[in-house]
């Protein structure tokens, strides 16, 4: 199995980006997305998660209304739209699938990707 996100970059205070994380070697259609990030020196955290039919969100309470999750099924993608991005979330960005729960804790993950590195600039 392999996730690989991608889309990361600098980007100033208050601009967007859109990170994609495409998956091979698992049947997508069958496995919740989600989306973690992790700062230097602290925990990871948890972002959004996407059921498995894209019918269901949830959000970190610091992304709501800011962030928007997404996939295309089709092309085994997730995407995270970051809109009015702010300095404290600069992180590496990673995407995650689970086979069975629909979940924002991390330990229920079955695979990760590599992470792609957002800095936001102040």
């Known amino acids: 199995v392999q996730l690989q996100a991608s889309g990361g970059g600098l980007v100033q205070t208050g601009g967007s980006l859109r990170l994609s994380c495409t998956a091979s070697?698992?049947?997508?259609?069958?496995?919740?997305m989600g989306w973690f990030r992790q700062a230097p020196g602290k925990e990871r955290e948890f972002v959004a998660v996407?059921?498995?039919?894209?019918?269901?969100?949830y959000y970190g309470d610091s992304v709501k209304g800011r962030f928007t999750i997404s996939r295309d099924n089709a092309k085994n993608t997730v995407y995270l739209q970051m809109n009015s991005l702010k300095p404290e979330e600069t992180a590496v960005y990673f995407c995650?699938?689970?086979?069975?729960?629909?979940?924002?804790?991390?330990?229920?993950?079955?695979?990760w990707g590599q992470g792609t590195e957002v800095t936001v600039s102040s």
């Open positions: 070697g698992l049947t997508f259609n069958k496995y919740n």
């Open positions: 995650a699938a689970a086979s069975s729960t629909f979940t924002s804790q991390a330990t229920s993950f079955n695979y």
């Open positions: 996407i059921n498995y039919t894209g019918g269901g969100r």
